[in-house]
């Protein structure tokens, strides 16, 4: 079965930028769509985006857009979330997930992906 871990969260300031990493085990990504995830404090969590297996790119967050962007390194098996411009709403736990889909990204329901991996914690503050 798929297995998903995200690594790369930690404290950064206002404006900074931050890199986040989805490494998965047990299936080859290009196989799967990656969502990206998160969750404030007392708040649902948050569709932030999806790519594609071939590359293409779902914005799900208004605003995370022209601040946020992804990429595949397809010989590590991962994905990356680069995060620019962070400001303090950006705080939460972000989560990596999967669906079995090469070419397509789903609505951002949390339901619509299968595999998801634990969490890893960015904090934006001064």
């Known amino acids: 079965q798929l297995q998903l871990v995200e690594s790369g969260g930690h404290l950064v300031q206002p404006g900074g930028s931050l890199r986040l990493s989805c490494t998965a085990s047990?299936?080859?990504?290009?196989?799967?769509?990656i969502g990206w995830f998160r969750q404030a404090p007392g708040k649902e969590r948050e569709g932030v985006l999806c790519?594609?297996?071939?590359?293409?790119?779902?914005n799900y967050a208004d605003s995370v857009k022209e601040r946020f962007f992804t990429t595949r390194d397809k010989t590590k098996n991962t994905v990356s979330l680069e995060m620019t411009s962070l400001k303090p709403e950006d705080t939460g736990v972000y989560y990596c997930?999967?669906?079995?889909?090469?070419?397509?990204?789903?609505?951002?329901?949390?339901?619509?992906?299968?595999?998801w991996g634990q969490g890893t914690q960015v904090t934006v503050s001064s």
């Open positions: 997930a999967a669906l079995n889909t090469r070419y397509w990204c789903p609505t951002s329901e949390a339901t619509r992906y299968n595999y």
């Open positions: 790519t594609t297996a071939r590359g293409g790119v779902t």
């Open positions: 047990g299936s080859s990504l290009d196989d799967y769509s």
